[in-house]
Nanobody, 125 residues
């Protein structure tokens, strides 16, 4: 069992920056690939934003955030991060971190086993 606790999001102006963190419980963090997802409205599908494999060496980004967002992890601290730069109003969403048993990240929400509570990110123009 893994519990994920996300940092508080926030409200920023366009072109601003924000970094989210996701702290995991337990001592098996390195056995999980991690992903960040976002949900634009309740009931809408969660969209993958970025994924990282167990070591941090392999990452994936959805096209809309490439060059602006960076996913990373620190296995010694049991924490994953999502650094968001050059934010746009269309990045406004609830952001979730997720963990899946397995070494490789996947792009669909159904493939993840554990989820954080979600944190609101609002970008104003």
């Amino acid at each position: 069992q893994v519990q994920l606790v996300e940092s508080v999001g926030g409200s920023v102006q366009a072109v601003g920056s924000l970094t989210l963190s996701c702290a995991a419980s337990g001592n098996t963090f390195s056995r999980y690939a991690m992903g960040w997802f976002r949900q634009y409205a309740p009931g809408k599908e969660r969209e993958v934003v970025a994924t990282v494999n167990w070591s941090g060496a392999s990452t994936y980004y959805v096209d809309s955030v490439k060059g602006r967002f960076t996913i990373s992890r620190d296995n010694a601290k049991n924490t994953a991060y999502l650094q968001m730069n050059s934010l746009k109003p269309e990045d406004t969403a609830v952001y979730y971190c997720a963990a899946r048993g397995g070494l490789v990240g996947r792009r669909t929400a159904d493939e993840y086993d554990y989820w954080g509570q979600g944190t609101q990110v609002t970008v104003s123009s």
